[in-house]
């Protein structure tokens, strides 16, 4: 089995598990190794959800028993992604401003 990364059409990151000799095209077909799409059990919007997929990825969180284990990359995870919210909301204030 052969480790591949690929991204979907919303623009999410996973890993997966090919056996030798199987083409790429087939890559969304392997045993996916993560991560999981968590996002989507909490009912998260798009853009943030993908965000949030995408900084897990990064982050090698696949599981439930790794993400108990590093709480405070969770919280990285999410400062990170309001982050993002917080500069475009500001972007948003100064954009009104100059209307």
Same mark, same amino acid.
């Given at each position: 089995m052969?480790? $591949?990364d690929?991204?979907? !059409?919303?623009?999410?990151?996973?890993? @997966? /598990? /090919?056996? #030798?000799?199987?083409?790429?095209?087939?890559? !969304?077909?392997g045993?996916? @190794?993560?991560?999981?799409?968590? @996002?989507? =059990?909490?009912? /998260?919007?798009?853009?943030?959800?993908t965000?949030? $997929?995408?900084?897990?990825?990064?982050?090698?969180?696949?599981? #439930?028993t &790794? #993400?108990?284990?590093?709480?405070? =990359?969770?919280?990285?995870?999410l400062?990170s @992604?309001?982050?993002?919210? =917080? $500069?475009?909301?500001m &972007?948003?204030?100064?954009?009104?401003?100059?209307?």
């Amino acid at each position: 089995m052969i480790q $591949h990364d690929y991204t979907d !059409d919303r623009g999410r990151q996973y890993r @997966v /598990l /090919l056996p #030798a000799g199987i083409p790429e095209s087939e890559i !969304d077909k392997g045993i996916p @190794v993560g991560p999981p799409d968590v @996002v989507d =059990v909490l009912g /998260l919007p798009e853009p943030l959800a993908t965000r949030i $997929h995408n900084k897990l990825f990064e982050k090698k969180i696949w599981s #439930a028993t &790794e #993400a108990r284990k590093q709480p405070q =990359v969770l919280q990285g995870i999410l400062r990170s @992604v309001l982050m993002l919210d =917080v $500069h475009r909301l500001m &972007e948003a204030f100064v954009d009104l401003d100059r209307s």
